[in-house]
């Protein structure tokens, strides 16, 4: 939240802070750490790797933790000595390269930065690359930690040891130290400002991972193969040692992702024909099938308290693999640091879109501006010049009084996905917000706020995991980062996935922040998957435009706008699941994420429901086993499922919109 009280502290303390440099030229895509097996090294822009090296110096060294674990760190530095800057802090399990006396082609979030003036620090975490230690995915936070007790170490505790080391060996700094990363760089950044070092004034995890259960590689339940099996197949190997090197990329031998997953077979088969026992984390995952305390360990959320003063949490609306992250850290810093200033952005990006790219399309789907530019020009930057340089305009000094110092930012900065426009809120969820209902009706049709009438009605389909209904029509060997704004029309035309609509729009229906649905629904077996879709339906009419691919028109197209699955097992509970009773009608409720999207007058709502995603969701094998990692390939059943939408058992999403 916004607290001109705390701004005005910070202001005192940090009055010194020198003015920053003028604004540079026209934005440009940022480097950003994802996990991939070879980090990014060639530069975006020769001119800017160029400016880099005539204009920093890299010092390389290894800080020691207080275990006595050393840390590989480059120091980028202004060779201009006649001021001061602010420290800029990543840290990240993908690598600092270049090692050695080359630099890196880009520097810090993005080029107006680089351009700005910090000093950049980038850090191989404990136990990957170059650094010292053991590596532990998602390091459990240690609250218990003590100066008698070194050895009781943590991201928190490894992130103040290395600002305490950069403010006493590091020359020319400013005293002040922010800090930020994407993805998995983006969980550090979180866990590193909880008890945060006094000069850390500024952090913002972007893309960041907060539970792992239902971040990235599950979703309630559900285990996004390709995502998990692509990412571990490399990163997960053992280092043996400090290294320089990535293992070798995997080759899949086919570009077909749903030809490879479905010759795979049963999960069981993962470690005997790929892994062979030398992927610590997929031992993890089979054992470790429920929300038990293994996961809970690594959940970062309840730890987020005494956090650093500032905080701008950025996520994407179509990131495939951390928009559950973004939007539940900024919830928790919400509710456990009253005096924090806390803000939030979202934009209409996949994932580290807003680092990389344009902004102005997705896969098929136009934005009408270059919001990732506008982002990192009129956001980003504005966050980070604002509190480690405190350099506010001059009339907003004036307007603040002398007293205290605006705030930079709107408590949440969100882009309309269907309007195609920014828009500032107070809060997030939006106040005043009109909660409605979709229901479910005959003959494919969906309503807003009129429940079904009928005393016993339902629609049904035949899921068969050997048949699996896949995520893209397109051609790929792992989840794509378009999927979330995929045309849906393919998967419309398959008889195992149900689809309602509601007729043309007379007005434009903005729907703003969580979605659920509330299904009733019953099944043969004894286990199933649940996949919700919530869908924009453009009218035969809609203009094509410059991004579209080949062979696209957006006229009756099904722009994907939300989705999300839950393994029926775990419709009660994540720790204890259990089976459905054949042919007993059950609710299951599906949890979707957030959503700010205006359905414009002409246009159709649509929800699709189905049960299998491939490859993106590991097939339930839908007969009953304890746990579904060490399921056979006979065991794999298909079932009759069904979807009721009677008065009695009105099967329906929730929602909440805005007023026009």
């Keep these: 939240m916004h607290r001109v009280r705390h701004a005005a502290l910070l202001a005192a303390l940090l009055a010194c802070a020198p003015q920053p440099a003028a604004p540079t030229a026209a934005p440009d895509a940022a480097a950003c750490a994802e996990p991939k097996p070879t980090p990014p090294e060639a530069p975006r822009e020769p001119e800017l790797a160029e400016w880099i090296r005539q204009n920093y110096d890299k010092h390389e060294h290894t800080i020691p933790m207080r275990d006595g674990a050393r840390l590989f760190t480059a120091v980028y530095s202004p060779k201009d000595r006649s001021r001061s800057y602010p420290i800029l802090l990543t840290r990240t399990p993908y690598s600092v390269a270049p090692y050695g006396e080359d630099l890196r082609a880009t520097l810090g979030p993005s080029e107006q930065l680089a351009r700005d003036g910090y ?15 053991t590596f532990l995915n998602m390091t459990p936070h240690r609250p218990d930690k003590r100066p ?12 103040h040891d290395t600002i305490t080391w950069l403010l006493e060996h590091v020359s020319n700094h400013s005293g002040r130290v922010g800090m930020w990363g994407i993805s998995y760089p983006g969980f550090y950044a979180a866990a590193g400002m909880i008890d945060h070092h006094p000069a850390l004034v500024a952090v913002s995890p972007q893309a960041p991972i907060a ?13 996004f193969l390709p995502h998990f099996f692509n990412f571990f197949v490399n990163f997960g190997r ?7 090197e990535w293992p070798e990329r995997f080759n899949h031998g086919t570009p077909d992702g749903y030809e490879f997953f479905t010759r795979l077979g049963a999960l069981a088969n993962v470690d005997r024909l790929f892994f062979k026992g030398q992927v610590e984390f997929w031992r993890d995952i ?3 099938p429920t929300y038990d305390d293994f996961w809970r360990a690594r959940d970062i959320l309840p730890h987020l308290r005494r956090v650093a003063p500032a905080v701008m949490v950025v996520g994407g609306w179509f990131d495939a693999e951390d928009l559950h992250g973004p939007l539940a850290i900024y919830r928790e810093i919400e509710r456990h640091n009253p005096d924090v200033y806390n803000v939030l952005v979202m934009g209409p990006w996949p994932h580290g879109g807003w680092a990389r790219s344009d902004g102005d399309h997705l896969g098929n789907i136009s934005f009408g501006a270059k919001t990732a530019q506008h982002y990192r020009a009129e956001i980003e930057r504005r966050f980070f010049d604002y509190f ?8 907003e000094r004036r307007r603040t009084g002398a007293s205290g110092l605006a705030p930079p930012l709107p408590e949440a900065t969100v882009f ?7 828009r500032d809120f107070t809060a997030w969820p939006p106040p005043q917000l009109t909660p409605r209902r979709l229901y479910l009706q005959g003959e494919g049709a969906l309503a807003l706020d009129a429940p079904p009438t009928d005393r016993a009605a339902a629609d049904r389909f035949v899921s068969d995991p050997r048949r699996p209904v896949p995520f893209s029509e397109d051609v790929h060997i792992g989840m794509t980062r378009e999927y979330m704004t995929d045309d849906q029309r393919f998967a419309a035309r398959r008889p195992d996935v149900l689809v309602y609509q509601t007729p043309p729009l007379s007005e434009d229906l903005t729907v703003a922040g969580p979605i659920a649905a509330n299904l009733w629904v019953a099944t043969s077996a004894r286990d199933a998957d649940w996949v919700v879709k919530l869908i924009d339906v453009f009218p035969p009419d809609a203009p094509d435009h410059e991004h579209l691919r080949p062979g696209k028109h957006m006229g009756e197209s099904q722009m994907m706008v939300r989705s999300e699955v839950l393994r029926g097992r775990y419709r009660d509970s994540y720790e204890r699941p259990k089976p459905f009773t054949p042919g007993a009608p059950t609710a299951v409720r599906v949890p979707l994420q957030d959503v700010l999207h205006t359905f414009k007058k002409g246009h159709r709502v649509m929800v699709q429901i189905q049960s299998t995603w491939f490859p993106l969701v590991d097939r339930n094998p839908q007969s009953w086993v304890d ?8 065991d794999f059943t298909a079932a009759t499922h069904t979807v009721h939408r009677s008065a009695a058992r009105p099967t329906h999403l929730e929602i909440t919109t805005l007023a026009q």
Excluded: C
């Excluded at 008698?148 to 992130?159: K, Q």
């Excluded at 309309?416 to 920014?422: P, R």
């Design 627 to 634: 746990n579904i990692f060490l399921a056979r390939d006979q």
């Design 286 to 288: 089979v054992a470790h």
């Design 388 to 395: 480690l340089k405190l350099a506010p305009d001059p009339r």
């Design 119 to 133: 000093i950049f620090v980038y850090q191989d975490v404990r136990g990957r690359m170059m650094s010292e230690g």
């Design 416 to 422: 309309d996905t269907g309007a195609l426009a920014w």
């Design 148 to 159: 008698e007790r070194p050895e009781l170490v943590d991201e928190s505790s490894d992130t």
């Design 211 to 223: 539970d792992w259960y239902f971040d990235d590689f599950y979703h309630h339940g559900a285990f």
């Design 238 to 244: 053992p280092r043996g040692g400090p290294s320089r």
